[in-house]
């Protein structure tokens, strides 16, 4: 268009002389489509892979499942057993039987040298026990299963339980033991089960420090060769290989582990123990209130099972739960509610209404559950209720079956139960055809307002009303009881036991009498600092003379420490200035003598002094003033490798050392430490080297006296 004929358009334009262009029709404007208005189909029906199962020569079961889409093969060994066969006075043995299983290491690797072999090949051996089922799992690369396969087996039918892998596993326990008031929410969930099972029952008991502390490498074998045999055992593989060739191969692998044992007997049955009752845990360090409200639920295989699931969704499935719907919006009370129907497998799980609260709205928020609860068995229910509750059930079956490891697993999980194979098929049809009529049923047959437990956590001073407006209010005490730190008891067999280990521990050594004989020594040690204790580097002196007056001199970047103890007294000095060693110096110092080389190693030679056989290789040395050491025999060479011992923290459990020589040197005809490291609750605290190593080189007791 020319710029004139422009011009006069837009003159035109504006004296009004023009039409103005016709616009294109608009679509008329729509509401935002709701999220309850999207349709989608059914679910498919579950239809899990076909595995190939059989039983080996030896009894034990063997699945196998081909699945091609990754060269990687993955699996299970799963052994019938669990903690709830744990004796009741040491509770905590089976999760140190399984941690120790594969951390102990094997008849010809260590747990160290196996991590470094897995690592080298990206496979991965894996062990733990749980509350009914004992686990050596694994992975691989297709190209390395052979090898890691191998490892396996030895890990299964091989394990040695070395002393030192056991003592990380007791720590391991008692590092969980110390957090397991960390999290309320967990709290809450552990003391519903303690209160509906029984707390003196397997299933409410509870692993402590003196449970742990009576456990011994003797009980960790023995409780292995109860449950570990083959026709105590399914061992399951799913990945890249061929079903003929890995089923020959697993039944050479295994040929040798012909071990026979009675069957194991059935788990312990689930008596109910209804205690309704608010049960109140005082927590003051957080801003919320949690708790968690049950009573004894179902097997997954009872027959009103899926209608079951389908009312605690209705109850409290997400955000279309009526739980969620009556407190949405109001953020003065509630932050999470959620209801369930967790059935068991083999024993009867738990309904419970668990979430987080404000705590001025505990009380009134805890009563209205309680109200909504009851109410359930008795209200009308909505075709929209009813649909949001079984589509919420239907869809969680998507992710618990979306691959096929995953279905494996629930395969492993039903064979493993004695479930039958289409359990899963016929449980989604059972979701799919649960209809008003069943919930309405379910609730007035199976929900129990009257047996309901309420467990809360919380800050009391911060609740309106008080707790008590609940009803009668049982306070749980979660103080975790300190270790006793008493010896272990001393019988004849035990002691004349004690002192043959002893004895083989001195004759390796180089004799008793070349011991005895030791009346000094000065050793000069390297001592390094790991980086999570400084990482500094000094040089330290002991000097010793018996029978038992001790000096030790450090010196690094900070200047010179020195310390002397006969026994009873002593003193400290930093730099020039000396004072007495008083309170917990003094003890630890006397301690240190009580534990001094040459007089621990001949202990049963001394008067007030008791060796007691804790194991086959294990002894403890106790001393007229409550000392305690025990000591660690290397089987094979007949050498004492490791001196565990506690020393008392300011708060808390006490600290736990472990000394462990791992090498030996020579000096006046007695083999001496000549390299050791020293660990704190299992981690590494220092490592002493040896520069030079004196025997009876006629030290003087006023030079070990001297203050500095």
Known sequence: MRPLAILAMLCGAALGQTQPRPRAPQPAAHATPSPLDLKFPPLHAVEPPKAATFTLSNGMKLMLLEDHELPVIRGEARVRTGNLFDPADKAGLASMTGIALRSGGTREMTGEQLDRKLDD????????????????????????????????????????????????????????????????????????????????????????????????????????????????????????????????????????????????????????QAAPGVYFAKNSNTGESDFAMGHLGSRINDKDYA???????????????????????????????SAEWAGGFDQPGLFVVRGSLK??????????????????????????????????ALNTLVYAWDTPGKLFSQMLQLAYFGYPD???????????????????????????????????????????????SLGQVHEIDLAIPEPAGKPAASDPDSIEQGKAILAKMQQALGGAGKLAAVRDYAAVREVHFAAQAGGADTVETEKWMAPGNMREESQSSSGT??????????WIARGRTAVALRGPQLKSAQDDVFRSYFTVLLSDRLAGRTVTALDSDLIEITGADGQVVQVSLNAESGLPWQFSYQVPAA??????????????????????????????????????????????????????????
């Open 422 to 468: 289409d359990f899963m098929q016929q449980h989604q049809k059972a979701l799919a055809a649960v209809t008003k009529a069943d919930v309405v049923r379910v609730a007035k047959e199976y929900l129990r307002p009257q047996d309901l437990t309420i467990v809360v956590a919380g800050n009391p001073a911060e609740f309106v009303p008080a707790v008590e």
């Open 121 to 272: 090949m990206a496979s991965r051996v894996e062990s733990s026990i749980g509350e009914l089922q004992g686990q050596v799992t694994f992975s691989s690369l297709a190209e390395n299963s052979a090898e890691t396969l191998k490892i396996l087996r030895d890990v299964l039918t091989r394990p040695v339980f070395r002393m030192d892998q056991v003592e990380m596993a007791r720590i391991q326990l008692r590092r969980e033991i110390a957090r397991r008031n960390d999290d309320a929410k967990a709290v809450v969930a552990r003391q519903l089960r303690n209160v509906v099972f029984g707390e003196s029952s397997p299933y409410g008991r509870m692993a402590g420090y003196e449970s742990v502390e009576r456990i011994r490498r003797s009980d960790l074998v023995a409780f292995y060769n109860r449950y570990f045999f083959p026709r105590n055992t399914i061992l399951a593989i799913c990945g890249d290989f061929e079903t003929a060739k890995i089923k020959d191969q697993m039944e050479q692998l295994f040929a040798g582990w012909t071990v026979e044992q009675p069957a194991v007997p059935p788990f312990p049955q689930v008596a109910n």
């Open 359 to 392: 705590p001025v709205s505990t009380v009134s928020t805890l009563q209205a559950i309680q109200r909504m609860v009851a109410q359930a068995k008795t209200g009308d229910i909505t075709d929209e209720e009813l649909r949001f509750a079984k589509d919420r």
């Open 561 to 570: 420490n020195a310390l002397y103890c006969d026994g009873k007294s002593g």
């Open 307 to 337: 209608a079951l699931v389908v009312m605690a969704n209705l109850l409290g499935g997400g955000n279309t739960g009526r739980l969620a719907i009556e407190f949405r919006g109001r953020t003065e009370q509630a932050f999470t509610i």
């Open 651 to 708: 708060s808390g459990p006490p600290t736990v050392v472990q000394e462990t020589i791992t090498k030996f040197g020579e000096a006046g005809g007695v083999k001496v430490p000549f390299e050791i490291v020293t660990m704190q609750n299992g981690v590494e605290f220092t490592k002493s080297v040896v520069r030079d190593f004196k025997v009876n080189s006629g030290l003087v007791l006023a030079d070990l006296e001297r203050r500095p």
